[in-house]
């Protein structure tokens, strides 16, 4: 079985700077993508920045230059260092993951990590 697990969010003000982080656990063969989504009230989940196997990224229009992604292969961790916050960035954050337990990967999805910037 595979567990992702984030940490990281809370309460930031408008202008600051967060970082989430995300572990994944179990009998893992190989992470082939991670990413993060995000989803506001009322709103559709979104991609908001992935990363894969070769370390290539692809962020979303809203992301571009202030968030980055980044993982550490060796701690099966994924990283979103989120700079310049501003209140549209509210959402619950999703660690999302393809991964491979000795078959074709599949994907799994972490439980969330609320983020709440106040202006």
């Known amino acids: 079985q595979v567990q992702l697990v984030e940490s990281g969010g809370g309460l930031v003000q408008a202008g600051g700077s967060l970082k989430l982080s995300c572990t994944a656990s179990?009998?893992?063969?190989?992470?082939?993508?991670m990413a993060w989504y995000r989803q506001a009230p009322g709103k559709q989940r979104e991609l908001v920045a992935l990363?894969?196997?070769?370390?290539?990224?692809n962020y979303a229009d809203s992301a571009k230059g202030r968030f980055t992604i980044s993982r550490d292969m060796a701690k099966r961790a994924v990283y979103l260092q989120m700079n310049s916050l501003n209140p549209e960035d509210t959402a619950v954050y999703f660690c999302?993951?393809?991964?491979?337990?000795?078959?074709?990967?599949?994907?799994?999805w972490g439980q969330g990590a609320q983020v709440t910037v106040s202006s």
């Open positions: 999302y993951a393809i991964i491979s337990t000795g078959g074709v990967g599949r994907a799994y």
């Open positions: 179990g009998s893992i063969v190989s992470i082939i993508t």
């Open positions: 990363i894969g196997g070769v370390g290539t990224t």
